[in-house]
């Protein structure tokens, strides 16, 4: 029988032995070397049955099909928009992905997204050698307006967004904030007014910085409400 | 009249330290806000910084590689940081050498294949130096990697294990090492949990027999810096 050499929630590090014997397989976070199971990052210790895997406190983001995320235009071609969305290589967004409107050939592509603009696009491709294509044709993806971009670990981002979007949904309403939170740690923010829109970058950085520690939605609303209540009296006087 | 070590043995060590016992040893991570990882760590007098940036973009594109991200380190003492003489700034002979040594001691233990074609930098700063720098540098780099996220098979522990005479001592500082019976330098770096050496140089003679006991030696420290380097990485997360 195998045995624990540490408890499920314990924070572990690389090269940490969590589990000797065979009875246990190794998923992300973690492999088997021999009749050991081995942490390969810093993060938190799951057990579910007979998994064992590590939850990263932190890691560096490798984009997957199907993610959602924000960037800025950085390059354009005659049929492509090339999007900087912080991997080592850019995004490419095809012309016939462009937009959901047909873009004739030939066309002027700084009309729909120039350089400089951010954007919200969806992963079609990665190829093996990291060759990504995004579109812009799908709910929700679109061309940003303007707001603030905040870059946090993309790590957090699950828990930004919170169990079916709890978190995020809170910090919307509470600040009348539009929020949108890409996979790969960038998370635009954009209210009507200043102080509202402060408040909602504080809380979202508020939980980044906590995101591994329980019962956070209430501190985050206790956070919220009160620099909101701050902010009336203020305007009372 | 000629003066003759032979035969001579060294009693105690010039800080008043066992033959086998470490300087004190500090470490901390997240020092560094704006980095993707950093560390610190601190061995007696010796204070190394690592920040990591990347992966991110690498041209020329020659350099590039389709089997994963590359590791470049750039070690750097800082022009105060020496016995009072100023270092003269900027890259070196040495420290060109100790930034091979320094990528090849953390290249293996990394899985940077999730990132082809581009690069991850590890800046190593030496704030104070009292010798052991670059086994001081591969701990706080090793750290911040880990620090930063990516995925390590272990961490990456080192220490300067010398012969002062005929003994074998741990840790060497810069009065030992050039201690005037003659001293022998021999970094090692090794992973804690399996044992595998990824550095291991000399700077000296020994003599076969010997080998054996700086390995013994070291592997005992190792394990000892592994865990401060663990710890530290956690106490991030523990607050």
Redesign the interface.
């Known amino acids: 029988m195998g045995e624990f050499k540490v408890n499920d929630k314990d924070i572990v590090v690389p090269g940490e032995v969590l589990v000797t014997g065979m009875d246990y397989l190794p998923a992300g976070g973690a492999f088997r070397d021999n009749d050991e199971v081995v942490a390969s990052q810093v993060g938190i210790v799951n057990l579910s049955g007979r998994l064992i895997k590590v939850v990263p406190l932190n890691w560096r983001y490798s984009p997957k099909r199907g993610d959602i995320v924000i960037g800025k235009v950085a390059d354009i071609s005659l049929s492509n928009w090339f999007v900087d969305f912080g991997y080592p290589n850019y995004g490419a967004i095809p012309l016939k992905d462009g937009s959901s409107d047909y873009i004739p050939r030939g066309a002027d592509l700084t009309q729909y997204y120039s350089h400089g603009d951010y954007v919200v696009a969806q992963i079609t491709k990665v190829s093996k050698s990291k060759q990504i294509d995004l579109t812009m044709k799908g709910p929700g993806l679109r061309k940003l307006s303007p707001g603030r971009i905040i870059n946090v670990n993309p790590a957090k981002i699950p828990r930004i967004i919170g169990k079916q979007g709890s978190m995020v949904s809170m910090i919307k309403q509470m600040t009348d904030c539009k929020v949108i939170a890409g996979q790969n740690g960038f998370i635009w923010i954009s209210g009507f007014e200043h102080n509202k829109e402060k408040v909602a970058v504080e809380a979202v950085i508020m939980v980044e910085k906590k995101a591994h520690i329980e019962g956070l939605t209430d501190q985050v609303k206790a956070f919220i409400e009160k620099e909101l209540g701050g902010t009336k009296i203020d305007k009372k006087n | 009249m000629k003066r003759s070590w032979e035969g001579l043995k060294l009693i105690k060590r010039i800080d008043g330290r066992k033959f086998d016992e470490l300087r004190p040893i500090e470490a901390e991570t997240g020092v560094i806000p704006r980095a993707?990882?950093s560390a610190r760590f601190k061995i007696g007098n010796t204070e190394a910084i690592a920040a990591v940036y990347?992966?991110?973009?690498?041209y020329p594109k020659f350099l590039q590689s389709?089997e994963g991200?590359i590791l470049r380190c750039y070690y750097n003492m800082m022009s105060f940081s020496g016995s009072g003489e100023r270092v003269r700034p900027g890259p070196s002979r040495r420290s060109k050498e100790i930034n091979l040594i320094t990528e090849k001691a953390l290249f293996p233990?990394l899985?940077l294949s999730?990132?082809?074609?581009?690069?991850v930098e590890v800046y190593i700063e030496l704030l104070q130096t009292d010798a052991g720098t670059r086994c001081a540098g591969i701990n706080a780099a090793a750290m911040a990697l880990?620090?930063?996220?990516?995925?390590?098979?272990?961490?990456v522990s080192a220490v300067s294990i010398g012969r002062i005479g005929n003994q074998i001592v741990a840790d060497l500082n810069n009065e030992e090492e050039h201690h005037e019976q003659g001293s022998t330098d021999i970094p090692i770096a090794m992973?804690?949990?399996?044992g595998e050496i990824s550095l291991f140089q000399m700077d000296g003679f020994i003599k076969q027999n010997e080998i054996q006991e700086v390995l013994k030696t070291a592997k005992k420290a190792i394990i000892q810096i592994?865990k401060v380097?663990?710890e530290a990485?956690?106490l991030r997360?523990?607050k």
Do not use: C, H, N
Request: aromatic share 8%; proline share 8%.
């Open positions: 993707d990882g990347g992966p991110r973009g690498l389709q991200a233990v899985d999730e990132f082809p074609g581009s690069t880990a620090d930063a996220g990516f995925q390590m098979r272990d961490i992973l804690p949990r399996t592994a380097q663990q990485l956690k997360y523990k």
